[in-house]
């Protein structure tokens, strides 16, 4: 079917979709990753049990006990293969806070790992060749896109947010989640608790990453509209081609929420952060749990309807700042819990316009958080209780 999309026709699809996966498709900073762990845990977590201290294992420990259970898993390698990651990934890397033998609490463990899914492990891994020709053939992060961000299938009702190619869902997030839920039950089977948190907290990362609503959308018209402007403006004149401007001012408008976001997290004089801060805190469960696959969707279609209003309103927080030739930086360091770079420089100079914008974003963004913390609570509360039965 691909074949007979005219071939000029098809470039430009498959370029405006490159937008989607973005420089190297972070979601959060792997701060902000940690804090709605934290947050959305804290007032639960003794009651819970996840401060009740567990021991520190090796991955050869909790790989040796596997191959008993799953005879062709015997090496590290062996493992990636199976988990579908890439080797090279450091999946089994510590903190310098996790020391083994020693002991650590399931909470602390699930805040270290919420970030870990950014580590690697999802990059240059082979996927469908009809996926990846929606996720833009032959970008090195590509299939970290695929994996950390979920389209739901176009809808009629609406249609500015769901909008994009192919109508039906493209990306996998919602699958990890349900995997690495799987493998942390696995892991707690096998006597492992360490490794059981620490899959659990790579399960909350793909939750979390739906969260964003970047990373719950696709081709929203106003990228497709500010990248086409920035190429007439500057990217052809500077010989970018349209591809490489759009895809440009798509990663730098993404990025650019989330260091929005982290700065507000960190700022101590942010009034707005602390209020969504406090969002995620709570003792609340969303109603009823079926599985991680189920609720990954479920927060995948609640951020998807604010995509729009977020993207756009990152366009006038900004002015014409993203939309120019600079690339606007994240953290990039593998894992490790750095800040994107500071984002007030960026900020629109047309105060109105500006302070509109964010009045449209910290309500969003008020609202995921509190839903993000009821869904961590769930999911977390759901593994505690079918673990309890093993
Ligand atoms: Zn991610």
Redesign the pocket.
């Known amino acids: 079917m691909l074949k007979r999309i005219p071939m000029r026709l098809s470039l430009l699809l498959a370029s405006l979709l490159l937008c989607f996966s973005g420089r190297s ?3 959060w900073s792997g701060y902000t990753h940690s804090l709605i762990a934290e947050e959305s845990l804290k007032n639960v977590a003794k009651e819970w049990g996840l401060e009740s201290p567990i021991r520190i294992t090796s991955f050869e420990s909790f790989l040796k006990k596997l191959s008993q259970e799953k005879p062709e898993i015997q090496t590290r390698e062996d493992f990636a293969k199976w988990l579908q990651i890439n080797p090279k990934g450091k999946f089994d890397h510590f903190k310098k806070e996790e020391k083994i033998g020693e002991n650590i609490t399931p909470f602390k463990v699930l805040t270290f790992s919420s970030p870990r ?2 580590d690697g492990r999802d990059k240059h891994i082979p996927y469908d060749p009809v996926e990846q020709f929606w996720f833009g053939k032959g970008t090195k992060t590509a299939s970290q896109a695929f994996r ?1 961000m979920e389209k739901p299938p176009f809808n009629l009702f609406d249609p500015l947010n769901t909008f994009g190619f192919p109508l039906g869902r493209i990306g996998q997030a919602s699958e990890r989640a349900q995997i690495y839920f799987d493998l942390a039950l696995l892991a707690y089977r096998l006597k492992e608790p360490y490794w059981a948190f620490n899959f659990l907290g790579c399960a909350l ?1 793909y939750l979390q ?1 739906l969260q964003q609503p970047y990373h719950a959308a696709q081709l929203s018209p106003p990228l497709a509209f500010e990248g086409i402007k920035a190429y007439l403006r500057w990217g052809r004149k500077e010989k970018w081609g349209l591809i490489k401007t759009i895809t440009h001012v798509t990663a730098n408008t993404h990025h650019y929420f989330e260091g929005y976001v982290d700065y507000q997290l960190t700022s101590n004089n942010s009034s707005v952060g602390k209020l969504w801060k406090e969002a995620l805190s709570g003792e609340s469960l969303l109603p009823q749990f079926t599985s991680a696959l189920g609720l990954a969707k479920q927060v995948r279609d609640f951020s998807n309807r604010f995509s729009y209003d977020t993207i756009k309103s990152t366009f006038k927080i900004t002015g014409k700042s993203l939309t120019s030739s600079y690339t606007y930086a994240i953290d990039d360091e593998e894992g490790e819990q750095l800040h994107p770079e500071d984002p007030t420089p960026y900020l629109n100079p047309d105060h109105l316009e500006r302070v509109k914008a964010a009045d449209t974003l910290s309500p969003i963004v008020h609202e995921s958080f509190q839903q993000q913390g009821k869904v961590i609570r769930t999911v977390i509360r759901a593994f505690l209780d079918q673990a309890q039965k093993i």
Do not use: L, N, S, W
């Open positions: 498709a972070h979601a899914a950014d950390h990362h990453d």
